[in-house]
């Protein structure tokens, strides 16, 4: 059950006009009061000699009375609607429905004698509208601030006595909508997207991509897009805005979105707090290829996710969006598509959770260590890594759903869906090739790797034998046995690593969770000889290539 509270107006005739008529499509049907301040309100519907004239009449009494005092916005005007699934509610039910909100929204306190005055008119079966006049018998004006928060606040109530279905609601951390003059306007211009979102995209992306703040900035211009800085006198940032080159109002300026407008955590101070947590080097630096450490690095986000304080969890998800963010720059053309789709997880990046980012600052190097090599040649790293993100996404989302974070949770299960496609698509090729080298190992190998498994997954042995990635699977511990590693160890431990219970090939499953162990090597380069290069390729599946040390262009 949801409510939907329009900007105030201050025409009490024309609403009830609007509820007692037939609808824009004719939908109206049998438009009635169901409740009403005293009672007696007159009800055009249901009494042949009551009008709507009358009817408004009795709603702007108070207002007459207050005369200049009265708010020039004075009508208040919610409509509650069930969901489509749920029983058809009583007039009597409705009625009950209507106080409550009325009593949690301060327009109609219960047992105050000097409330507002209010009529609830039901024209549909699914839902009602409840008008009030805002001035109290009192004449001063109700108190009614955050009327909208209180009343999902008290739906939610409602939902759980009722038995109806339970709306999923946000935090108000969700990126602001796109208006509707936005969305017209894009399409007028012929653009997919409003500049909102493009924008959106721009900056996070720059974000995922950028070490300091000053390099942040020059991303963002490298795309095209303007970029506006403002400083204290002290000559520190205070802020910033962005806009497109191409989007300009009726005088001919650029239309600018704040970072804050943009997305909440897309404002300068928050992104700063991000960035500080890459800007120190580690004085010991690894050998360890880029791609390899970020493989390394998320595959270890689930753990951290079942085992962190929530501020700390909640900083792994954001870096886990970062990565999100930053993949489509450089995966091959035929998976950037699903990879942009995936991108959506950035909603689950948010919440009132405050992310304490030094926690995931390892994870974050690597994402920008990543971006800065040529991808990897070796396509099982890519699969290790798509794998690795995917499990990383599915955590993220039983996270988020533990806390009932509703929106952000779906926002996970899309990004979900994606990215399986996308781990399927890159791991065809390189499965297959390891798949074929199994099935070329000596029967008495096999035999050994299949000891093995017997000895290290007693229960779950004879299932992981039986499937079709068996022979990827020997090979590999084949590999990390030449590697002078402990194989039934190294089985073992990637086992407990992830419980395996839902995983519906076995095998594979195995065979890249052992791949991202960080003592198993997957066959890249000891080092990284570009380090220090940012080389993105395009953010979007064009065969066009952006140039070096830049973002994709804006539009």
């Excluded at 890459?278 to 951290?304: C, F, G, K, M, Y």
Aim: one cysteine or more; charged letters at 25%.
């Amino acid at each position: 059950m949801i409510a939907n509270i329009v900007k105030p107006g201050h025409k009490t005739r024309g609403v009830l006009n609007y509820l007692y008529g037939p609808g824009r499509a004719n939908e109206h049907t049998d438009p009635h009061l169901v409740a009403s301040f005293d009672g007696f309100a007159p009800d055009p519907g249901r009494s042949p000699a009551a009008t709507l004239a009358q009817l408004a009449d009795v709603l702007d009494l108070r207002v007459k009375q207050a005369g200049p005092k009265a708010p020039e916005n004075h009508v208040w005007h919610c409509s509650i609607r069930a969901a489509p699934e749920d029983r058809r509610l009583t007039d009597d039910e409705w009625a009950t429905i209507a106080r409550r909100v009325l009593d949690a929204t301060g327009i109609a306190p219960v047992g105050d004698s000097d409330a507002c005055r209010w009529v609830a008119v039901r024209h549909a079966d699914d839902h009602i509208h409840i008008v009030a006049t805002k001035v109290r018998g009192d004449l001063r004006p109700p108190r009614n601030w955050n009327d909208f928060l209180r009343a999902d606040k008290e739906l939610i109530v409602i939902e759980k006595e009722y038995g109806l279905r339970q709306v999923p609601r946000g935090d108000r951390t969700a990126a602001k909508r796109p208006t509707r003059a936005e969305q017209e306007k894009a399409r007028r211009t012929g653009n997919a997207r409003t500049s909102r979102e493009h924008l959106r995209t721009i900056v996070r992306t720059a974000v995922s991509a950028a070490t300091t703040t000053e390099e942040f900035f020059r991303l963002v211009k490298g795309t095209g897009a303007l970029v506006d800085v403002q400083y204290f006198p002290s000559g520190d940032v205070r802020g910033y805005k962005v806009a497109l080159d191409n989007d300009t109002n009726a005088q001919g300026e650029p239309v600018w979105f704040s970072g804050s407008t943009l997305a909440a955590d897309l404002s300068y101070p928050k992104i700063a707090e991000r960035l500080a947590t890459t800007e120190a080097r580690s004085a010991n630096q690894t050998e360890t290829p880029a791609w390899r450490r970020l493989s390394v690095a998320i595959d270890q986000i689930p753990d951290h996710l079942a085992h962190s304080e929530d501020e700390a969890g909640q900083a792994h998800i954001a870096v886990l969006a970062e990565a999100l963010d930053a993949l489509p720059l450089v995966a091959p053309a035929g998976l950037q598509a699903q990879l942009m789709q995936a991108a959506a997880f950035e909603r689950a990046s948010r919440s009132r959770i405050r992310a304490h980012h030094q926690q995931a600052q390892a994870t974050r190097r690597a994402v920008k260590a990543m971006l800065r090599v040529p991808p990897p040649r070796d396509g099982a790293l890519l699969a290790t890594v798509l794998d690795a993100l995917l499990l990383a996404v599915i955590a993220a989302q039983h996270w988020h759903r533990t806390r009932n974070h509703t929106q952000q949770a779906e926002a996970a299960r899309q990004a979900a869906e994606h990215l399986r496609v996308a781990y399927r698509a890159a791991a065809t090729e390189p499965l297959a090739v390891i798949h074929h080298r199994g099935r070329s190992l000596a029967r008495p190998l096999l035999e050994r790797q299949a000891a093995v498994v017997r000895q290290a997954l007693p229960d779950l042995a004879e299932r992981i034998l039986a499937e079709p990635a068996w022979p990827a699977l020997a090979a590999t511990l084949d590999d990390a046995t030449t590697a002078g590693h402990g194989p039934a160890a190294l089985l073992t431990q990637a086992a407990r690593h992830r419980e395996l219970d839902t995983a519906a090939n076995l095998a594979e499953v195995l065979t890249w969770r052992l791949k991202r162990l960080p003592d198993v090597a997957v066959g890249e380069p000891s080092h990284d000889r570009t380090a220090g290069r940012v080389q993105p390729g395009p953010a979007t599946p064009t065969p066009r290539a952006t140039r070096s040390g830049s973002l994709p262009r804006s539009r």
